[in-house]
Structure formats: C-alpha cells, structure tokens
Antibody, heavy 123, light 108 residues
Framework: QVQVVESGGGVVQPGRSLRLSCAAS????????MHWVRQGPGKGLEWVAV????????YYADSVKGRFTISRDNSKNTLYLQMNSLRAEDTAVYYC????????????????WGQGTLVTVSS | EIVMTQSPATLSVSPGERATLSCRAS??????LAWYQQKPGQAPRLLIY???TRATGIPARFSGSGSGTEFTLTISSLQSEDFAVYYC??????????FGQGTRLEIK
C-alpha cells in the first residue's frame, strides 16, 4: 500500500536550519511529483513546494522562496525539504503529499499524505 | 494567486441531516477543485476531485458540484464520523496550489 512517512521535525531557534525527509513506499516514487504542505497550529493548509517526478522543476510558495529547497533522491525513494533562515511563522506540521497521476503534473490534488512532522521555531 | 473562500466558517448540523458547504474561487478554476476532510491530529483525507468525482473508498453520501467559481460539498445524511474540518483546494492555476480556510462541521 502507498505510504509516505515524514521525519526530521523538532524545535529550532529562529535563523537556524532544519532538513525534513519523507520516505515513500508502495508506489514507483520516480513516476510521481511530490509536494510539501504545512499547517500552522490551529490554522489551515498552506502549500509549500513541489518537485517534478524527475526533479526537473521545482516551485515554491512566496512565503518560503529563497529560504527553503525541495529535493528528491529517486534511488532512495525519499523527498527532502531543506529549511534555512527559519522564522517563528514557519512553525507548523509539515506534510509530504503525492501528486495525483504519474508523470502528469497538471492536476496536483493529493490522495496520499504522510502523518506529518512538527517543526517548532522558537528561542 | 487564486484566493479560495469557504463558507460558513462553522456549520452546526444534527446527525442524519444534510450539510451543505460552499467554496468560492476569486477567478474561474473550471472543475479543477478538490475537497478534503481533516480530523484532529490526522492528515487531510481526499474526498472529491474534479469538483464532483469521489475519491477511492469515499461513501456515496459525499457529493461535490459546481464549476467556474462556485462549488458545493454536500453530505446527504450526516454520520458521527463526518464531524470534522473540510477544505477546498484549487489546482487550475498553479503554482501555487491554494486552499480555502476551512469549514468546521460540528454537531448541533
């Protein structure tokens, strides 16, 4: 069965860095685009970033552009999110989510989500 | 960026009754709209995509309708497990993908 499992969250001081990972199984990882979506405490869902199935394209929300970097290792079936210059407003549960269709990046809705990993930015 | 607005913010309905949730887009998204259900401490669950297609395993009491800028999620006869927060999401003009702020469906 399809499974995505995030890890790497924790408490970090403002201005510091953190790297999240998302381990995928149960599907051909290299065929699917992957996304990060976050949810601040008591707040709604915010899309963060996407990476194409082959890593050829990456896009970011304006709120994280220039500070976060999405990447993937298809040989390890793993998605990453490198988060630099963290701010208090980056505090959230971070979910990885699989794109809907293989090789097709035109319909990014999300049937498969991980359980999320909590990032807390605080001094 | 397309702004998604959901109404009402909170909806109180009795079990067994019908619930109607609304989602409006700031510009047309055609039928490129999805609905999600989220319960406390859980990841969102996909209910509807393409505005009206139920995702795998979603009960028939959930239905979606609409196109362009106005969308509706209807739950025909509320079960206890349906009380949750519901989000709409557009994927017509992206990036960015954008979500509504959510509607909390609570027991009356």
């Amino acid at each position: 069965q399809v499974q995505v499992v995030e890890s790497g969250g924790g408490v970090v001081q403002p201005g510091r860095s953190l790297r999240l990972s998302c381990a995928a199984s149960g599907f051909t990882f290299s065929n699917y685009g992957m996304h990060w979506v976050r949810q601040g405490p008591g707040k709604g869902l915010e899309w963060v970033a996407v990476i194409w199935y082959d890593g050829s394209n990456k896009y970011y929300a304006d709120s994280v552009k220039g500070r976060f970097t999405i990447s993937r290792d298809n040989s390890k079936n793993t998605l990453y999110l490198q988060m630099n210059s963290l701010r208090a407003e980056d505090t959230a549960v971070y979910y990885c989510a699989r794109d809907s269709d293989p090789w097709d990046m035109t319909t990014p809705y999300f049937e498969y989500w991980g359980q999320g990993t909590l990032v807390t930015v605080s001094s | 960026e397309i702004v998604m607005t959901q109404s009402p913010a909170t909806l109180s309905v009795s079990p067994g009754e019908r619930a109607t949730l609304s989602c409006r887009a700031s510009q047309s998204v055609s039928t490129n709209l999805a609905w999600y259900q989220q319960k406390p401490g859980q990841a969102p669950r996909l209910l509807i995509y393409g505005a009206s297609t139920r995702a795998t395993g979603i009960p028939a009491r959930f239905s979606g309708s609409g196109s362009g800028t106005e969308f509706t999620l209807t739950i025909s006869s509320l079960q206890s497990e349906d009380f949750a927060v519901y989000y709409c999401q557009q994927y017509n003009n992206w990036p960015p993908v954008t979500f509504g702020q959510g509607t909390r469906l609570e027991i009356k």
